[in-house]
């Protein structure tokens, strides 16, 4: 069945960074254009970065100049590098398609938790 299992998350100090992955399996990545997204407690799902096909990115400004978002195609990987980390940057990170219709099942996410 489709799967997306995202990985790297962890505890980290405020001004630390982390690398998120995100794998697809029995989907094809190198045709869509892909997002990673976070849902902080008490609050909706975000969009936080997305990547097109061609690999121009966009950034929601609380993370511009601090995030970069990545693909590898031929790895069916999304990568989600975050620098300069902040507590409000504390959520489950998700990726899926970034087009609604192309929404893939959601995986468990992974735990970002930025504290001293």
């Known amino acids: 069945q489709v799967q997306l299992v995202e990985s790297g998350g962890g505890l980290v100090q405020p001004g630390g960074s982390l690398r998120l992955s995100c794998v697809g399996s029995?989907?094809?990545?190198?045709?869509?254009?892909m997002a990673w997204f976070r849902q902080a407690p008490g609050k909706q799902r975000e969009l936080v970065a997305r990547?097109?096909?061609?690999?121009?990115?966009d950034y929601v400004d609380s993370v511009k100049g601090r995030f970069t978002i990545s693909r590898d195609n031929a790895k069916n990987t999304v990568y989600l590098q975050m620098n300069s980390l902040k507590p409000e940057d504390t959520a489950v990170y998700y990726c899926?398609?970034?087009?609604?219709?192309?929404?893939?099942?959601w995986g468990q996410g992974t735990q970002v938790t930025v504290s001293s």
């Open positions: 899926n398609a970034f087009a609604t219709y192309l929404r893939l099942p």
């Open positions: 029995r989907i094809i990545f190198s045709n869509k254009n």
């Open positions: 990547i097109s096909t061609s690999g121009s990115t």
